[in-house]
C-alpha cells in the first residue's frame, strides 16, 4: 500500500490553463504539505494544513489554491499556469507530534 | 529565519570511499535536524534524524551528529556503495506557528563509481 500517493505524475500544459493534482495519505496523519522542487533541486514549502485547516502559505501567488477536504486528502489547484510553474511538486505528510514526515513520489509539472 | 547551509555539489567519488557532506544551521533555538536521500526520479525518503543537541543519527552506514556548538549537522560514511548515488538534503524542523514544515538546503548530488 502507498502511504503517500499523487496523481497525475506527470502533467504537461499550456501556458493560461488551470490545473489540479492530487494528494492522498493513508497514515492515518494530522498534518500534510505542498513543497515545490525547481529545476535546481531547491524544495521549498509551499503550504501546510493541519486538520484541515490552512497553518502557513509561504508567499505563494493566490493562483495555487490547496484544498483539503478531509484529513487524508490534499489537493492543489493552480490557476491560469505560468512557465514559472515548471517544477516537481511533493505531496508529504506527518503526525503533528511526529519527527518524520512522508513523502509521495512527486507530480512533474510542464508548462508550454 | 531558521535555514541551512549544505555543500554545494556535485560530489564525485569512488566505490568504498570516504564520504563528508556538510550541513549547518542557523535557528532560534534547537529544532530536529535530518538528512532526506532522494534517489533519481523517486520522492524524498527520511535517512536520519536527530532531535536533540549531541544526539547522533544513523542508518544504512550514514551517521551526522547534532552539534550545537558549531550549529552542525555533517552526513558522514565509512564505504560508499555505487547505490548511494543521489541527492542528500538536510532539513530542519521549523515551528508549532510554521506548521511543523521543514527547510531544505539545496541539496548536495552524490555520483559513486565503481
Known sequence: ??????????????????????????????????YK????????????????????????????????????????HINSLELGDSAVYFCASSQVTSNEQFFGPGTRLTVL | GNSVTQMEGPVTLSEEAFLTIN?????TGYPSLFWYVQYPGEGLQLLLKATKADDKGSNKGFEATYRKETTSFHLEKGSVQVSDSAVYFCALKRSRNSGYALNFGKGTSLLVTP
Not at chain 1, 501546510?48 to 493566490?62: D, M
Open chain 1, 1 to 34: 500500500d502507498t502511504a503517500v500517493s499523487q496523481t497525475p505524475k506527470y502533467l504537461v500544459t499550456q501556458m493560461g490553463n488551470d490545473k489540479s493534482i492530487k494528494c492522498e495519505q493513508n497514515l492515518g496523519h494530522d498534518t500534510m504539505y505542498w
Open chain 2, 23 to 27: 550541513c549547518t544551521y542557523t535557528a
Open chain 1, 37 to 76: 522542487q525547481d529545476s535546481k533541486k531547491f524544495l521549498k514549502i509551499m503550504f501546510s494544513y493541519n486538520n484541515k485547516e490552512l497553518i502557513i502559505n509561504e508567499t505563494v501567488p493566490n493562483r495555487f489554491s490547496p484544498k483539503s477536504p478531509d484529513k487524508a486528502h490534499l489537493n492543489l
